[in-house]
């Protein structure tokens, strides 16, 4: 199967590094969370360049290329072995408890800075410093005593709450479908007849001067 000419393959590619990048964020899995880190930088960095070619440099989506590549810099360079080790296998937090309810560290703060949010904006004339200090120590611990209380009650929860959706099963059905076609590289993509492989698109030698750049801003930064 051509790489370079087939979305399909690249798709799929694309497709089951993020899936499995969900699954190990679920799983606390440091180890497969870097690993893949490497091809995900690579694609952003694919994107990012794309992007600048696009727009003639105009507008550059660097943020997740920057993020990725810290994250690397942080494991194999920058943090002693403890730390390192401590790291990579802490960037998951789980709130729930149980297998496969680990969510990302950001997603986490994202979570409790929304409930946060929330509970300031029931004070009123009445908020201040303290209050959103002590809401900000007590709302995991109240969020853990109302589950508990809606666990021993059996309190039916209210149907209006939107159910999680795992868009990662999509991809399982889609991988599916095209297990039934057979050869996928034999199937005619005339959408894609000027479609190159992503990671095709990257300049080696403006790569080499980007990371050499974030080099020098990490010995003042990091």
């Given amino acids: 199967m051509d790489a370079d000419s087939n979305p399909v393959h690249c798709f799929l590619l694309m497709s089951l590094l993020l899936r499995d990048t969900c699954n190990a964020y679920q799983m606390g899995d440091g180890e497969r969370i870097v690993r893949n880190a490497y091809m995900e930088w690579l694609y952003a960095s694919a994107v990012n360049a794309y992007m600048e070619w696009l727009y003639a440099s105009a507008v550059k989506h660097s943020k997740y290329k920057i993020w990725l590549w810290r994250m690397i810099t942080y494991i194999i360079a920058i943090l002693d072995t403890k730390e ?21 560290n950001d997603n986490c703060v994202e979570i409790q800075v929304h409930n946060i949010k929330s509970q300031l904006n029931t004070q009123g004339a009445n908020k201040s410093f303290q209050s959103a200090r002590l809401i900000c120590m007590t709302t995991q611990v109240v969020d853990g005593i109302k589950d508990q209380l809606m666990k021993s009650t059996k309190t039916v929860k209210s149907r209006s709450t939107r159910p999680t959706v795992d868009k990662t099963g999509d991809i399982v059905r889609i991988v599916k479908v095209l297990r039934q076609k057979g050869q996928v590289k034999d199937l005619k993509w005339e959408s894609f007849s000027n479609f190159k492989e992503p990671l095709y698109s990257i300049n080696s030698e403006d790569l080499h001067n980007w990371i050499k750049a974030q080099k020098n801003v990490a010995s003042f930064l990091m």
């Avoid at 390192?84 to 990302?104: A, D, R």
């Fill in 84 to 104: 390192s080790f401590e790291y990579k296998w802490n960037m998951t937090v789980n709130l729930k408890g149980g297998i496969k309810n680990n969510i990302p």
